[in-house]
């Protein structure tokens, strides 16, 4: 009976004119990879700023909202009356006071609250009204402000206060994801 040959260290040697197994990748075949992840990255980056603008925008919205409920709590708990002015285009600040003339870039002793354009970067107020709770006054009765506010690719979120008194977000032109529209 013939012998078989043995798999082994000596079998697995390279026959003359034959190729050994590449494993990993070349440099070519890496930069490849690495160019059609920069042009992804590339593609994707404006989007990006697009969400973060959004997100910017919509998180100055609800934070004012958040204060307007706060003002009107407070006017209700204390029984005064409680005053959101607004100051400036860029940069530009409000205020949640105890005074109509509030100064949210120098406040005082009436100032309970301040927020400004240095927390929200890429964001713009382009319009404000100030706006008050007045606990003693029907809020029928009451003049209610608002507050519009922008990114630089021109998305628009309105913060109003109903004739009840209660604040609210929406969007007056174009729509913006989670934002419904001004009627």
């Known amino acids: 009976m013939p012998a078989t040959p043995v798999a082994g260290p000596a079998?697995?040697?390279?026959?003359l004119g034959t190729h050994?197994?590449?494993r990993g990748l070349t440099l070519i075949e890496m930069m490849i990879a690495l160019a059609i992840c920069v042009v992804l990255l590339g593609l994707s980056v404006p989007s990006l700023s697009t969400w973060l603008g959004r997100?910017?925008?919509?998180?100055?919205?609800?934070n004012l909202v958040a204060d307007l409920g706060e003002a009107r709590f407070e006017a209700a708990r204390t029984g005064r009356t409680?005053?959101?002015?607004?100051?400036?285009?860029?940069p530009w600040c409000y205020a949640v006071?105890?005074?109509?003339?509030?100064d949210c870039l120098?406040?005082?002793?009436?100032?309970?609250?301040?927020?400004s354009s240095k927390a929200h970067p890429g964001v713009s107020m382009t319009e404000a009204a100030p706006m008050l709770f007045d606990p003693a006054q029907p809020a029928e009765l009451a003049t209610n402000g608002h507050g519009r506010?922008?990114?630089?690719?021109?998305?628009?979120?309105?913060?109003?206060?109903?004739?009840?008194?209660?604040?609210?977000l929406c969007t007056p032109d174009a729509p913006l994801?989670?934002?419904?529209?001004?009627?």
């Open 177 to 183: 994801p989670g934002v419904a529209g001004c009627r």
């Open 55 to 62: 997100n910017r925008l919509k998180a100055v919205a609800s």
């Open 97 to 102: 006071a105890r005074s109509a003339t509030a």
């Open 106 to 115: 120098h406040p005082d002793g009436q100032v309970i609250k301040v927020v």
């Open 20 to 22: 050994r197994v590449r």
């Open 11 to 15: 079998s697995e040697a390279p026959v």
């Open 82 to 90: 409680v005053y959101v002015t607004f100051q400036g285009a860029d």
């Open 149 to 168: 506010f922008a990114t630089k690719r021109g998305d628009l979120v309105e913060v109003r206060v109903s004739r009840l008194g209660r604040p609210g």
